[in-house]
């Protein structure tokens, strides 16, 4: 139980961690929490625009993306033009039409989280705090999800679908041409698609192979936590994973366990709360 609880306050520092010290990659985790993934191509941007009293200067704060549809790979699309939100994480916002397209080209694949899993994953919480040695108390967004906890846009998410951007990543709109191959179309959209297995495309390995492990809570089962847990040792020593290498320490071993045990238990609480996720990690949108 002990691990548990160490498993839980790293769950609960990784959901308030939103500064961006660097980019990070989209994976197959975030794949699987896509209500929607369509193909089509872009028509218009429109800017949501703010002024930061801060830097004195005007900014944006979100856009919102009219596409015509060509075909649905998953879920359910009725409007048509499609008006989705976009509340980008990492690298600002392209400044025209014309610089949107060259970043992203003009027909994408893209993924949509929807209303339907802001209204089972997101919540407004009474919070209470310390900050610079004064206490505070206040409503604060928040996400079950931490991938994207903070970056939805809480008055607009619950009315209307936005682009899938995880924390400090890339948005998932990725360049798709209809000559593409599979193979080659596969190559573009799988920015996670590395030499060397991160520990998150490690842990949907396992998860994939174990997905009965997770049919409940893993809180206080110690024995399926631990199964996942060797089950991800053996497949990051196999696949060449940094902390599994000849030389490694036992520190890069140990942080390896913690975040891949984060992962589990996170996970197996929100397939409880979602059984369509658990479903998807059986049928990922692999072309």
């Not at 009293?53 to 856009?63: D, I, N, Y």
């Not at 000849?246 to 979602?274: C, P, W």
Request: charged share 30%.
């Amino acid at each position: 139980m002990r691990f548990l609880f160490a498993c839980l306050f790293f769950l609960a520092l990784s959901g308030t961690a939103l500064a961006c010290g660097s980019q990070g990659f989209l994976n197959h985790h975030d794949e699987a929490f896509a209500d929607v993934i369509f193909e089509g191509e872009i028509k218009a941007i429109r800017p949501t625009i703010y002024w930061n009293s801060h830097s004195e200067r005007e900014q944006v704060r979100q856009m919102e993306l009219i596409f015509d549809v060509s075909s649905v790979l998953r879920g359910e699309l009725r409007e048509e033009p499609l008006i989705v939100g976009w509340k980008n994480s990492f690298g600002g916002y392209p400044k025209t039409f014309e610089e949107f397209t060259k970043r992203y080209g003009t027909r994408m694949r893209v993924a949509l989280t929807t209303p339907r899993q802001v209204e089972k994953f997101c919540r407004n919480e009474f919070v209470k705090g310390i900050r610079r040695g004064e206490k505070y108390e206040e409503m604060r967004w928040s996400c079950d999800v931490a991938r994207y906890g903070g970056f939805l846009d809480e008055e607009r998410a619950t009315t209307m679908p936005f682009i899938l951007n995880g924390a400090c990543t890339n948005p998932y709109m990725f360049h798709a041409e209809p000559e593409l191959s599979v193979e080659e179309f596969a190559a573009i959209a799988r920015p996670y698609g590395r030499i060397l297995l991160g520990w998150e495309e490690i842990s949907f390995r396992v998860v994939q192979q174990n997905l009965d492990y997770l049919s409940s809570p893993l809180e206080g089962d110690s024995d399926k936590l631990e199964h996942l847990i060797e089950e991800s040792k053996k497949l990051a020593a196999h696949e060449g994973h940094f902390a599994f290498r000849t030389g490694s320490t036992d520190k890069e071993k140990a942080q390896f366990v913690r975040m891949i045990s984060y992962k589990f238990v996170s996970l197996s609480d929100l397939f409880n709360k979602d059984p369509v996720l658990r479903e998807r990690y059986k049928t990922p949108i692999d072309k």
